[in-house]
């Protein structure tokens, strides 16, 4: 970047990960391993951004949201208009494909360190959104197989791990996000989809606090003022609790809640003005509170 640019123009990391919903450690990770974008530095070492960077950044998620891994932004972003838009095409396809074929495979046949490195390459290059959906498909393709329940059970405790190892990482800051939010599963929801769910607050600058269903909806809600819990998010992925979480989320209507599950979400009535269902497809929009 030139040393010419208006100060007045430049924004601080914080203000950039307000503006954009990229939070600060994936700015910095972004910066590091992929050279996305190079921020102008003070003397003090602080990072600036340009009003070009956030629009950089922007167009980074719309192509990530496209499945387009983030290793590959740089070189798709830097292409002419009509040429960019057939490499996204072809590497989202592509790459999206061959690296689900080699996770199914590595889960399958129980090949523990094939598995892990494939999940680094997941987690490296996919935001959340096209994740969710390869790791759909991933489950889909192994429970249809031969011995599903043994590939499927290794996948799951694989994957649990492995994103605990993420959290670990977040929930280790000094200094953690001040606004709570409980997050817990139905029963029938795999663990992983929890850690999932708990990173995207993590990036949306909420401090995730994880309960699994042998603790009911009720005395959370009952705690949240004490605890200061500001919202509760139920995941409920084949929509099997219904009859929990709306009788809960009615009776403590003034709460902000969110269910994320299944399509057939779309077919059911918030049991409250401050609860939001979301389908899939909506897993990882932004959380407002």
């Known amino acids: 970047m030139s040393d010419a640019i208006d100060q007045n123009a430049l924004y601080p990391i914080r203000e950039v990960a307000r503006l954009t919903g990229v939070n600060p450690i994936t700015l910095r990770a ?3 391993r992929y050279q996305l974008i190079e921020p102008v530095r003070t003397e003090s ?3 600036l951004y340009s009003q070009e960077h956030i629009d950089f950044l922007h167009e980074t998620l719309r192509l990530m949201a496209e499945g387009v891994p983030i290793s590959r932004i740089k070189a798709v972003i830097s292409e002419s208009p009509p040429r960019a838009a057939q490499v996204s095409a072809l590497v989202s396809e592509n790459d999206s494909s061959q690296l689900l074929e080699k996770i199914r495979l590595a889960a399958s046949q129980l090949q523990v360190q094939v598995l892990e490195r494939q999940l680094d390459r997941l987690f490296a290059d996919y935001s959340l959104n096209p994740m969710r959906a390869l790791l759909a498909d991933i489950e889909q393709q192994l429970q249809q197989q031969k011995n599903h329940d043994v590939a499927l059970a290794f ?13 670990h990482a977040l929930y280790s800051q000094q200094v953690l996000p001040s606004k709570r939010i409980v997050i817990q599963k139905a029963a029938q929801t795999p663990e992983y989809l929890a850690k999932l769910v708990a990173l995207f607050c993590f990036e949306q600058g909420y401090q995730p606090l994880e309960f699994d269903q042998s603790m009911t909806l009720e005395p959370l809600l009952d705690a949240a003022r004490p605890f200061a819990i500001q919202a509760v998010l139920f995941i409920d992925d084949s929509v099997t609790a219904t009859t929990q979480w709306t009788a809960s989320f009615k009776k403590y209507a003034a709460l902000r809640t969110w269910v994320f599950g299944s399509d057939a979400l779309a077919e059911l009535q918030p049991p409250s003005v401050n609860c939001e269902l979301r389908v899939c497809s909506q897993w990882f929009a932004p959380l407002n509170l």
């Open 45 to 47: 070492g602080h990072r």
């Open 30 to 32: 972004w910066e590091r």
């Open 155 to 167: 996948w799951r405790s694989t994957l649990t791990r492995r994103l605990q190892v993420r959290l």
